[in-house]
């Protein structure tokens, strides 16, 4: 692919939770399509994994160690992609964790590190984002949600109820923004053969499930529509039926 087939070619791109599973392919997707990519996620290893892969094919990337659930970690993030890149162009926010269990099984403070990450992560770096996008007048935001949100599975409460949070604050969000230049996308994701699923025991089949380069086209077409043009909720399932 040359440069001038790249879409994103001369974007910035940060993409949380891009140290393994879904924003990992979703980095390596807007690297390969000529976006200079900031990586944020805990881990300071997997970081410089992915980093290293974009780099040597000739991308750009920059390993920022972030968690989402620290306000000023978040925005340090942003900071330095702006620093190292001079602009910022597109926010997927694909940090997540999830926790299963009945309600009646379970504690509230079970349930503080989803609401914290899956959540509240989420808006804080919308908000974070926000101001160098609606300066330039431009920016793509996508944020990352779950089937969950919308068909409601036993066990799930906790989970379900940060994802259909993520959809309800990007729809609103959009309309805040829609005319700054600034658009906000939901991908609402079946089943993904991530890592989540090592702590899961007898969870569903993994073979039938979406892959993580799955998501990743999905969101490389959600970002990479022309400026005039928006696509605001993806679901992405499964083809075998499996959610």
């Known amino acids: ?64 160690p972030t968690d989402v659930t620290q306000d000023a970690a978040v925005e340090a993030a942003v900071e330095q992609t702006i620093a190292e890149f001079g602009r910022l162009d597109v926010l997927v926010t694909a940090a997540g964790t999830a926790s299963f269990g009945p309600v009646t099984g ?20 919308c908000r974070a984002v926000l101001p160098v996008m609606v300066h330039q007048r431009r920016g793509t ?8 949100a919308q068909r409601f599975i036993p066990g799930s ?14 729809r609103v969000l959009r309309e805040e923004v829609r005319a700054e230049g600034v658009r906000v996308g939901v991908l609402v994701l079946g089943a993904v053969d991530t890592p989540l699923w090592d702590a899961v025991p007898q969870g569903p089949d993994r073979s039938r499930m979406l892959r993580p380069e799955d998501v990743a086209r999905a969101a490389v077409l959600m970002v990479t529509l022309p400026p005039g043009a928006a696509l605001e909720d993806l679901t992405l399932l499964p083809a075998g039926g499996i959610l």
Do not use: F
């Open 1 to 64: 692919m040359t440069a001038a087939e790249r879409a994103l070619e001369g974007q910035v791109a940060l993409v949380t939770g891009a140290g393994r599973g879904i924003g990992r392919a979703i980095a390596l997707a807007l690297a390969a399509q000529g976006a200079a990519v900031a990586l944020a996620a805990r881990t300071r290893q997997q970081l410089a994994e992915v980093a290293a892969e974009i780099r040597e094919h000739g991308g750009r990337a920059l390993a920022v």
């Open 106 to 125: 379970t504690k509230p403070d079970d349930w503080d590190t989803m609401l914290a990450v899956n959540l509240r992560g989420v808006m804080v770096c």
């Open 141 to 148: 935001i996508l944020n990352v949600s779950s089937v969950a």
């Open 157 to 170: 409460a906790a989970y379900a109820a940060t994802k259909a949070g993520v959809v309800v604050w990007s």
